[in-house]
């Protein structure tokens, strides 16, 4: 299980996460296999999940763009918070392919990230998060959810991480 490092409070008063700029962004989470089942087993209906294993993003209600399908516009709150997709537990760090790569990243675009990257305390947390992730449960999630890596623009470099072979 991910902790999470940003408090419930700072996430609700951001506008950040969740919204995307076009429907097919690389920015919507990818799904693992156990989670798309799990989602089908609440009755999520499947339109929400894309033929690439990715959350469906639908229109935003109040602006330009797209938001995910279990993000409240109007709250800021996620109807399935507490069963969300490991991406989602993972955010603002993002495993991202970099020239062949597995690489753990973080995405400078979250004002959380911006306003305490040089703290002990998130420097404490990143380095917990870079051993779950490289422990070997984890590295056979990866090799069995290729889709979860993902190659994502404008983001900070923290480790590269071990990989199975064949990943």
Do not use: H
């Not at 603002?92 to 392919?97: M, R, V």
């Amino acid at each position: 299980m991910i902790a999470q490092i940003i408090p419930q409070e700072f996430c609700l008063k951001c506008r950040g996460c969740c919204r995307f700029k076009k429907l097919d962004s690389a920015w919507s989470p990818c799904l693992l296999e156990e989670e798309i089942q799990d989602l089908l087993d609440k009755k999520i209906p499947p339109a929400c999940i894309s033929a690439n294993k990715k959350l469906m993003p639908i229109p935003d209600p109040a602006e330009e763009g797209f938001i995910c399908p279990f993000l409240r516009a109007e709250d800021n709150r996620c109807k399935i918070y507490d069963f969300r997709p490991f991406e989602c537990r993972l955010y603002p760090f993002l495993i991202n392919l970099r020239k062949g790569r597995v690489v753990l990243t973080l995405d400078l675009n979250c004002p959380y990230v911006t306003e305490n990257l040089k703290k002990e305390e998130f420097k404490k947390y990143t380095e917990s998060l870079i051993s779950f992730l490289n422990s070997p449960a984890q590295i056979k999630l990866l090799k069995e959810n290729p889709q979860i890596i993902q190659a994502y623009e404008d983001v900070l470099d923290i480790i590269e991480l071990e990989t199975p072979d064949g990943a």
